[in-house]
């Protein structure tokens, strides 16, 4: 990898960040909508204010009665990256500043996973920032489910973490920091505090890790075993959060079973498919948060933030099956000339588009409408915490 190009993209998406959320930096500005305010504002200041203290906040007494606090996942008590903000800013803008980071790391990560793929570096940065500012995450902004946001940007990086380690295994090479870097992604990712997430990345991880396995030709008890290993670590590092969780857990109400149309209340219908590719198929609630004021939005109230795939990723899929057997310009012209002229090879655009269309939401930050933008989420002023307690 050019470490060059590499700095120039971090740079410039760095830049990008915070022109989009200037007012988060310039003006102190927070987020503000959905659960933010009556949630994760609240617990937010209480933890910040138990831990200056020198308390861990395991118990919170403003909850009915009083309830755990540590052992809800979703307090996110011991995530290493919110109590290194609190350090610096106050929690109100904390929320803000630490939804930049969690973007530019998404898109950091987004940006290797390319990258070790073998794309070229623009297409991975257009990868790159269309996953981190795309539609899957635009939407939780408009939806105050920052969680979902802290935990869906480590994907990339397990991604990337788990090619790696078999590119260098299947090679012969040393593994060098890969297993310390799977390591430090997993504890973040349990510690970021959404469950559903964590989840599903790991489910997607190991699909991925199943798919590496099949076609490794040599190395795969090691692969295999380096990451096992690496989970093993991680769990045990992550275990002051993992097991008070799955003991609370026991006294929740989804313990038991489901009837069925409960269990499938937010189950995406076929009706809503067209939002795809027609981002105001059903409308738009973004324009509330304008001047405008306006809801037009006429679908089911589960389905309104809508699944916007943007455009970039739409043309990339297309590109891949037009440019999949096209001979590449540069086809014999491998290093030192080592490729035959008579040897099959592929267009160089197969790389941009596949990293294109696998950005899950690249294009832009439009999932519910031409107005959706992340500014309108922002508030100059968050309710003070007694205001948000039970």
């Given at each position: 990898m050019n470490s060059r190009s590499a700095t120039l993209y971090f740079v410039l998406f760095a830049i990008t960040l915070a022109i989009l959320f200037a007012p988060v930096l310039l003006r102190g500005e927070t987020f503000a909508l959905g659960d933010v305010p009556d949630q994760f504002l609240p617990w937010r200041v209480f933890t910040s204010e138990e831990i200056s203290e020198g308390r861990i906040p395991l118990w919170n007494p403003y909850t009915f009665c009083g309830s755990?606090?540590?052992?809800?996942?979703?307090?996110?008590?011991?995530?290493?990256?919110?109590?290194?903000?609190?350090?610096?800013?106050?929690?109100?803008?904390?929320?803000?500043?630490?939804?930049?980071?969690?973007?530019?790391?998404g898109g950091s990560f987004l940006y290797l996973l390319a990258r070790s793929f073998g794309t070229s570096e623009l297409p991975s940065g257009i990868a790159a920032i269309g996953y981190a500012l795309g539609g899957f995450h635009a939407i939780h902004f408009l939806g105050g489910n920052l969680l979902t946001i802290t935990s869906s940007i480590y994907l990339p990086g397990h991604l990337w973490v788990v090619h790696t380690l078999r590119k260098r295994v299947e090679a012969g090479k040393g593994v060098g920091l890969s297993p310390l870097a799977g390591i430090l992604l997993a504890v973040l990712q349990v510690l970021?505090?959404?469950?559903?997430?964590?989840?599903?990345?790991?489910?997607?991880?190991?699909?991925?890790?199943?798919?590496?396995?099949?076609?490794?030709k040599k190395g795969r008890i090691k692969f295999i075993s380096f990451l096992i290993g690496s989970a093993l670590c991680?769990?045990?590092?992550?275990?002051?959060?993992?097991?008070?969780?799955l003991e609370y857990s026991q006294h929740s109400s989804r313990t038991e079973l489901l009837p069925f149309l409960p269990a499938t209340e937010f189950s995406f219908g076929w009706e809503f498919l067209p939002s795809f590719f027609l981002p105001e198929y059903l409308g738009t609630r973004a324009d509330m948060y304008t001047p405008l004021r306006a809801d037009t939005y006429w679908g089911d109230w589960k389905n309104w933030s809508a699944v916007y795939i943007g455009?970039?990723?739409?043309?990339?899929?297309?590109?891949?099956?037009?440019?999949?057997?096209?001979?590449?310009?540069?086809?014999?012209?491998?290093?030192?000339?080592?490729?035959?002229?008579?040897?099959?090879?592929?267009?160089?655009?197969?790389?941009?588009?596949w990293s294109a269309s696998s950005s899950l939401s690249a294009g832009t930050p439009r999932s519910t409408g031409t107005s959706t933008t992340t500014s309108p989420c922002l508030e100059n002023s968050a309710p003070p915490q007694n205001s948000c307690r039970a």
């Open positions: 755990p606090f540590l052992a809800n996942m979703q307090s996110a008590v011991l995530y290493p990256i919110d109590r290194a903000v609190d350090l610096f800013f106050q929690p109100e803008q904390g929320i803000g500043i630490g939804m930049i980071l969690h973007l530019f790391l970021s505090g959404h469950a559903q997430m964590t989840f599903y990345n790991a489910l997607f991880v190991g699909l991925f890790f199943l798919a590496n396995l099949i076609t490794m991680a769990a045990l590092l992550a275990a002051p959060q993992i097991l008070p969780t455009l970039l990723p739409a043309f990339g899929f297309l590109c891949f099956f037009f440019f999949l057997n096209s001979p590449s310009p540069h086809c014999g012209e491998g290093l030192g000339g080592g490729v035959p002229r008579k040897s099959k090879c592929y267009s160089s655009s197969v790389p941009f588009s």
